[in-house]
Each structure stands twice: as C-alpha cells, then as structure tokens.
C-alpha cells in the first residue's frame, strides 16, 4: 500500500548535495516525488527538473510530498539530512 508524507523543507537547506540524496532515495525505491513552492506543483521525473525547479522558483521554503511503500522513512532520513543546513540558516 502507497503511503504519502510531507515536509517542509527552508530553502537554504535546499542545496544541490541535499537535492541529489533526496532524488536518489526516492527513485531508487520506486517512490514518485513532488515539490510545491507558492505557486506551482511539479512532479519530478529528473534530477535536471528538480534543479530546474528549485532555480526557478526562489521561496523561502518548499513542501516536499514523498508517495510510496516507504515515504515516511524517506522523509524522516532526509529530514535528518537537512536539519543540520536548517540550524546553521537560522
């Protein structure tokens, strides 16, 4: 059964490094992966669309939505991964 999880994520935590782990645990796990910013949702194919995202909408913060057998771990590792990005912005 699919499960679907959300965090948000500050967009200073948001690196290049932390979009790679965040696309490579999610794909390599068959989970599908959404960013929303304010304004627009895009479901993430690539890590070139993510990127692509992320330059073109300049938020403050960003919702992740992770779809899949295993979204909340998902989540819980990749909010373990920012936190440390998220304190030092702060």
Known sequence: MK???????AA???TLR???HLYK??????????IYSKKTMC???????????????????YLIVVE??????L???FQNLIEPAE???L
């Open 18 to 20: 932390n979009l790679i």
């Open 43 to 61: 479901k993430i194919k690539s890590l070139i669309e993510l990127e692509t995202f992320r330059m073109a909408h300049n938020e403050k913060e």
């Open 25 to 34: 645990m999610c794909h390599s796990g068959s989970h599908e992966v959404y």
């Open 12 to 14: 200073q935590a948001f």
């Open 75 to 77: 989540i819980e590792k």
């Open 68 to 73: 899949g057998t295993k979204a909340s771990q």
């Open 3 to 9: 499960n679907i999880k959300s965090l948000k994520v």
């Open 87 to 89: 304190r030092e912005a």
